[in-house]
């Protein structure tokens, strides 16, 4: 049986982003799953995530919703061609376009949660709607159209 996480299933030569990749030590390193039709990320900020004492810095919450798009845009494409995460040739993807409204403050002292939900595919392009919640509550949206990335790029 293979991982629900979509990360777990980046190439090696693309799973250095700072974001979502699993082989970059200083990064992020979210990790997505499926709960039924939503994609769901759950990430702890740290104390180097401030913006004001107590609250998270906006680019954190752009970064986290960059990344978790991009992952769902994959996994989604695989749901769509009713194929494995695992299969190859592998789906990765890119943004194309980030929008981030901002709600609320997030506080810094409590995990994040992000939900996805694929708005719309069409050909290489997947757009995804997240919401950004802490303490179960929405502190930011966003909407990332995610490109598919073409073979050669990443490749040594």
């Given at each position: 049986?293979?991982?629900?996480?979509?990360?777990?299933?980046?190439?090696?030569?693309?799973?250095?982003?700072?974001?979502?990749?699993?082989?970059?030590?200083?990064?992020?390193?979210?990790?997505?799953?499926?709960?039924?039709?939503?994609?769901?990320?759950?990430?702890m900020?740290?104390?180097?995530?401030?913006?004001?004492?107590?609250?998270v810095?906006?680019?954190?919450?752009?970064?986290?919703?960059?990344?978790?798009?991009?992952?769902t845009?994959?996994?989604?494409?695989?749901?769509?061609e009713?194929?494995?995460?695992?299969?190859?040739?592998?789906?990765?993807?890119?943004?194309?376009?980030?929008?981030?409204?901002?709600?609320?403050?997030?506080?810094?002292?409590?995990?994040?949660?992000?939900?996805?939900?694929?708005?719309?595919?069409?050909?290489?392009?997947?757009?995804?709607?997240?919401t950004?919640?802490?303490?179960?509550?929405?502190?930011?949206?966003?909407?990332?159209?995610?490109?598919?990335?073409?073979?050669?790029?990443?490749?040594?």
């Amino acid at each position: 049986m293979t991982s629900p996480v979509f990360q777990d299933h980046y190439p090696e030569n693309v799973a250095h982003c700072y974001g979502c990749g699993r082989l970059n030590e200083l990064g992020h390193q979210i990790r997505t799953v499926w709960e039924g039709e939503e994609s769901v990320t759950r990430y702890m900020p740290r104390p180097e995530h401030t913006a004001i004492p107590g609250f998270v810095y906006g680019g954190l919450i752009a970064s986290l919703v960059d990344c978790h798009s991009t992952g769902t845009a994959a996994a989604a494409m695989y749901r769509h061609e009713d194929r494995p995460l695992d299969s190859l040739p592998p789906f990765r993807f890119v943004t194309a376009s980030l929008h981030v409204d901002y709600l609320a403050p997030t506080p810094i002292d409590t995990e994040i949660e992000l939900r996805g939900r694929v708005k719309e595919i069409r050909g290489r392009k997947v757009v995804v709607e997240v919401t950004v919640l802490s303490g179960g509550k929405p502190t930011a949206r966003g909407e990332v159209v995610a490109a598919q990335m073409p073979p050669s790029f990443g490749a040594s």
